[in-house]
T-cell receptor
Framework: DAGVTQSPTHLIKTRGQQVTLRCSPK?????VSWYQQALGQGPQFIFQ???????QRGNFPDRFSGHQFPNYSSELNVNALLLGDSALYLC????????????FGSGTRLTVV | QQQVKQSPQSLIVQKGGISIINCAYE??????FPWYQQFPGKGPALLIA?????SEKKEGRFTISFNKSAKQFSLHIMDSQPGDSATYFC????????????FGTGTKLQVIP
């Protein structure tokens, strides 16, 4: 049973560019959350999707946007990249309403130069 | 701002010793407290979790102690092994609905032979 799958694993972008990261949740999971993890820090919540709608959002600017598809997969888009956006971006999934922990993917390492 | 404070930032323990990581939270609405283990290049993996209706939960060598009145909880790793060397994150969330997980800042554990 595949867990959470993220692509690509690594990415290098230039400041000002736009990037799209992709996530396939674990089988049976329909809620997807995205986190940003800066080097040496804990993951910071970006937003959460359920039924193709953004349900909660963390303290991130509108440059960060997302989408969830009918098959529950999700995308994270970041526009006008800044050097400070360099981080590990983590996708996590769980069944809706289930009161247990999220399953995390291995993340996409984004480097902005 | 919901916060979870974690200490120490780093920890060195000899093989066979006890590793102790402490966390404190502010939001009394939190009712689910997971611990995640993260190895380099990987996403966080759920290790063990506790709810505030119990004061202790043990799974193998890992034990969570929970003090609801003090709003504190801790992870104890008994008989620490070199394979336990990783970064550990405490976290907290409000169960039900759309669970946004708030992470601590992490503790880098090194178990030396």
């Amino acid at each position: 049973d595949a867990g959470v799958t993220q692509s690509p694993t690594h990415l290098i972008k230039t400041r000002g560019q736009q990037v799209t990261l992709r996530c396939s949740p674990k089988s049976g999971h329909d809620t997807v959350s995205w986190y940003q993890q800066a080097l040496g820090q804990g993951p910071q919540f970006i937003f959460q999707y359920y039924e193709e709608e953004e349900r909660q959002r963390g303290n991130f600017p509108d440059r960060f946007s997302g989408h969830q598809f009918p098959n529950y997969s999700s995308e994270l888009n970041v526009n006008a990249l800044l050097l400070g956006d360099s981080a590990l971006y983590l996708c996590a999934s769980k069944p809706t309403g289930a009161n247990y922990g999220y399953t995390f993917g291995s993340g996409t390492r984004l480097t902005v130069v | 701002q919901q916060q979870v404070k974690q200490s120490p930032q780093s920890l060195i323990v000899q093989k066979g010793g006890i590793s102790i990581i402490n966390c404190a939270y502010e939001n009394t609405a939190f009712d689910y407290f997971p611990w995640y283990q993260q190895f380099p290049g990987k996403g966080p993996a759920l290790l063990i979790a506790i709810r505030p209706d119990v004061s202790e939960k043990k799974e193998g060598r890992f034990t969570i102690s929970f003090n609801k009145s003090a709003k504190q909880f801790s992870l104890h790793i008994m008989d620490s092994q070199p394979g336990d060397s990783a970064t550990y994150f405490c976290a907290a969330s409000v169960s039900g609905g759309y669970q946004k997980v708030t992470f601590g800042t992490g503790t880098k554990l090194q178990v030396i032979p």
